[in-house]
Each structure stands twice: as C-alpha cells, then as structure tokens.
Nanobody, 125 residues
Framework: QVQLVETGGGSVEAGASLKLSCVAS????????MAWFRQAPGKERELVAAISLSDGITHYVHSNRGRFTISQDTAKDTVYLQMNNLKSEDTAMYYC??????????????????WGQGTQVTVSS
C-alpha cells in the first residue's frame, strides 16, 4: 500500500524559508515521478515542481524557478521542497503526489495516482 506523508509546513513571514518533506512508502519501483502541488483558497490546484525518482530530472513551474528547489533522498524515500524568499502568494495547502513515470504528464494532476494529505504553508506579509 502506497502512502505519502508530508511534513514541514507552517506559518512564516514573507522572506522566510521552509523545507517540506514527503516520505513515500510502498512504491514498488523508482519508475515514478513525484511532485509538489499546491492549492490556495478559491483557486485550482497547481504544480509547483516535480522530480523523476529514477534519474533525478526536475521540472519547475517557471514562476517558482530560482526560489524553490525539489530534491530527493533515495535512502530515505523522501522528496523535499526547499522554499526560499517566501511570498504571501505562496500561501496554500501543499500536496505531495506520485505517478507512474510512463503515465504521468508532469503538470497534470489527474495523471498522478497517489496523493498525500497535504501540509499548510501560510506566509504573512
């Protein structure tokens, strides 16, 4: 049974940093993409960044490139999202997702099979 558990959210002031973690248990192979999505109140869920577990290739939404970094620790089955210089518009629930590599379209949430419960990030200005 696959389980994704996110941690690391919190309430911070603008300009601060946070590092989100997603521990993935039960994935049968490394032929998966894992991604961070976020959903702000009243808005649709959107991709933040994604990483291929097999080769570490990363993908970022253009607006996040340079402030956010996605990475993985294969020994810990964990994917991270380092977020720097946070802005109020980054306030959202952040979700970890996993999808089978040959079935994933990186930015399309419906192609990800497994989802975590989310961790809240609140940035005050």
């Amino acid at each position: 049974q696959v389980q994704l558990v996110e941690t690391g959210g919190g309430s911070v002031e603008a300009g601060a940093s946070l590092k989100l973690s997603c521990v993935a248990s039960g994935l049968p192979s490394r032929q998966y993409w894992m991604a961070w999505f976020r959903q702000a109140p009243g808005k649709e869920r959107e991709l933040v960044a994604a990483i291929s577990l097999s080769d570490g290739i990363t993908h970022y939404v253009h607006s996040n490139r340079g402030r956010f970094t996605i990475s993985q620790d294969t020994a810990k089955d964990t994917v991270y999202l380092q977020m720097n210089n946070l802005k109020s518009e980054d306030t959202a629930m952040y979700y970890c997702a996993a999808g089978i590599a040959h079935m994933v379209v990186v930015g399309v949430e419906g192609t990800y099979k497994y989802w975590g419960q989310g961790t809240q990030v609140t940035v005050s200005s």
